[in-house]
C-alpha cells in the first residue's frame, strides 16, 4: 500500500535551518508529483513546495529563496531544506502526493521556529 513516512523537523532558532525528508513506498516513485504543505495553529493547510516528476519546482511567495524541495529517486525520497527560517515558519509540515485521483499524505512533522 502507498506509505509516505516523515522524518525531519523539530525545534530551532529564527535563522536557523532543518531539512524534512519524506520516504515514500507502495508506488512508483519516480512517475509522481510530490508536494510539500504546512498547517499552522488556527489556519488552513498550504502548499509550500512542489516538485514534478520532471523536476519541476514551485514554491509559496512567503518561501522562495529560503526553502528547497528536490527529490532522489533512488531512495523514494523528497526533502524539504528550509533556511533562514522564520518564527511564521512554525507548523505541522506534510508531504503529499496524488495517485489515480486519490489524495496520500505523511503523517506530519511539527517545526517550531523561535523569536
Known amino acids: 500500500q502507498v506509505q509516505l513516512v516523515q522524518s525531519g523537523g523539530g525545534f530551532v532558532q529564527a535563522g536557523g535551518s532543518l531539512r524534512l525528508s519524506c520516504a515514500a513506498s507502495g508506488f512508483l516513485f519516480s512517475n509522481v508529483d510530490m508536494d510539500w504543505y504546512r498547517q499552522a495553529p488556527g489556519m488552513q493547510r498550504e502548499l509550500v513546495a512542489g516538485i514534478s516528476s520532471r523536476d519541476i519546482t514551485n514554491y509559496q511567495d512567503s518561501v522562495k529563496g529560503r526553502f528547497t524541495i528536490s527529490r532522489d529517486n533512488a531512495k523514494n525520497t523528497v526533502y524539504l531544506q528550509m533556511n533562514s527560517l522564520k518564527p511564521e515558519d512554525t507548523a505541522v509540515y506534510y508531504c503529499?502526493?496524488?495517485?489515480?485521483?486519490?489524495?496520500?499524505w505523511g503523517q506530519g512533522t511539527q517545526v517550531i521556529v523561535s523569536s
Open positions: 503529499k502526493t496524488d495517485i489515480s485521483w486519490r489524495d496520500y
